[in-house]
């Protein structure tokens, strides 16, 4: 889809320097779409997919299989390899292919198995591939009006009131339906409904059960569906382990699979140049948003994922080192998110539902980084700038403010 075009142009940018891509993001938010649409721009391409039986059994009788694909033409082929993460010996062999082939072919790596993790040190795959993920649709995305990312972080509260009317739309859907490709471009709740109750009990029961050997399936089903009710709070892992009778070790283990397989994603405090400030408490957020009743968890939630994809793709660009955090301070005064770059504070931004008036939090902590800060609301007609001793607090809709990031 069209839509997917700010994730073609990190495809270009990587893909110009390097032999092997690796693309990484939950499961159904459109990988493999996105992977045939970039193929159609290679004459000779070839899709492998290991939850493909008859791909399986002849890449066991030949790894090296793509030799013999039929051509079209004398350009270099892309080869497609789809969920090749489940193969045992995954890593040595696309090492192996990398070593003998990069110069020939280009490989698109794709898997919902967090793939990133196995960039930590020792990484046999270290320097022969570049990483980046794809998100369910947000409203940046859709909306069509981002801005660059040197203008952004130039002044992050620079805003527009264009397209209000289809942005709020986009964000209401994206409220109801999620970004998931086929629950949002089906357009109805009950569409969301049957997709929502089947995909979290496939992705627990089939890529978790398989890929980590957790035997406790049952539990794990019960803790995803206590989390929609701890958004937007920090995490208590010792009450989610008092609720399910387990232990505090299991519940952690447990939210760790959840990021790895893209069920959840958390954030950390920041901590610098924050005097008293909670250090060890993280926050939550869900992939699947609908899930949350609550609307201003759900709100806040939404803020975070656009947030997150932001941070992400800016990464992966190699524009930064970019975080997102929140700040919380043992006097309980809090800011929902910050997002950071190279260690060093950009901008805050605190989520509340209908309160146009800039919480006191938000001054105290913009006072105190000397950062530009945003409070964004659900709805309103315009933006508005509010004085904070010599700085400015923008106020604004958050599907236009959001609409906007690189």
């Known amino acids: 889809m069209e839509a997917r075009a700010i994730y073609t142009e990190i495809w270009q940018e990587l893909s110009a320097d390097k032999a092997m891509i690796f693309l990484v993001g939950p499961r159904q938010s459109g990988k493999t779409t996105f992977a045939h649409s970039i193929s159609d721009s290679y004459a000779?391409?070839?899709?492998?997919?290991?939850?493909?039986?008859?791909?399986?059994?002849?890449?066991?009788?030949n790894p090296s299989f793509f030799e013999t694909m039929e051509r079209r033409d004398a350009s270099t082929p892309l080869v497609i390899l789809d969920e090749i993460h489940k193969y045992k010996d995954w890593k040595n062999y696309l090492k192996g292919i990398y070593d003998q082939f990069h110069e020939r072919y280009r490989f698109l790596v794709?898997?919902?198995?967090?793939?990133?993790?196995?960039?930590?040190?020792g990484d046999s795959l270290a320097g022969r591939y570049y990483l980046f993920h794809l998100w369910p649709m947000t409203i940046a995305e859709l909306g069509g009006v981002n801005r660059k990312i040197d203008h952004f972080l130039r002044d992050p509260l620079q805003m527009e009131m264009a397209k209000t009317s289809e942005l709020r739309e986009i964000w209401k859907n994206l409220?109801?339906?999620s970004g998931f490709p086929e629950p949002y471009?089906?357009?109805?709740k009950n569409t969301y409904r049957r997709w929502s109750n089947t995909y979290s009990k496939q992705l627990i029961r089939e890529d978790i059960r398989d890929l980590t050997e957790i035997k406790a399936i049952s539990n794990?089903?019960?803790?995803y569906l206590l989390l929609p009710s701890r958004v937007g709070s920090p995490l208590s892992i010792p009450s989610l382990a008092s609720d399910l009778k387990v232990t505090y070790n299991s519940v952690q283990s447990w939210l760790t699979v959840f990021e790895r397989f893209f069920l959840a994603f958390t954030i950390m405090p920041w901590t610098r140049k924050v005097s008293r400030a909670i250090r060890k408490e993280r926050k939550l957020y869900l992939w699947d948003v609908p899930r949350i009743k609550d609307p201003a968890a759900r709100f806040e939630n939404m803020v975070a994922l656009e947030l997150y994809r932001a941070v992400t793709g800016w990464n992966d660009l190699g524009f930064g080192s970019f975080t997102l955090h929140f700040i919380k301070n043992k006097e309980q005064q809090e800011v929902d998110f910050l997002v950071a770059n190279e260690e060093e504070p950009v901008v805050l931004i605190e989520a509340k539902l209908n309160d146009v008036n800039p919480s006191k939090s938000l001054r105290k902590f913009q006072d105190l980084l000397k950062i530009p800060a945003?409070?964004?609301v659900e709805a309103a007609e315009g933006y508005r700038l509010i004085p904070?001793?010599?700085q400015s607090i923008l106020v604004a809709p958050a599907c236009q403010w959001l609409s906007r990031l690189p």
């Open 185 to 188: 471009l089906a357009g109805r």
């Open 110 to 121: 794709s898997g919902s198995g967090r793939l990133d993790l196995y960039q930590k040190g």
């Open 220 to 223: 794990l089903e019960t803790l």
């Open 388 to 390: 904070n001793k010599g």
């Open 374 to 376: 945003v409070q964004l």
């Open 44 to 61: 000779n391409h070839l899709y492998f997919n290991w939850d493909i039986a008859d791909h399986r059994i002849e890449f066991l009788a």
């Open 175 to 177: 409220s109801e339906l």
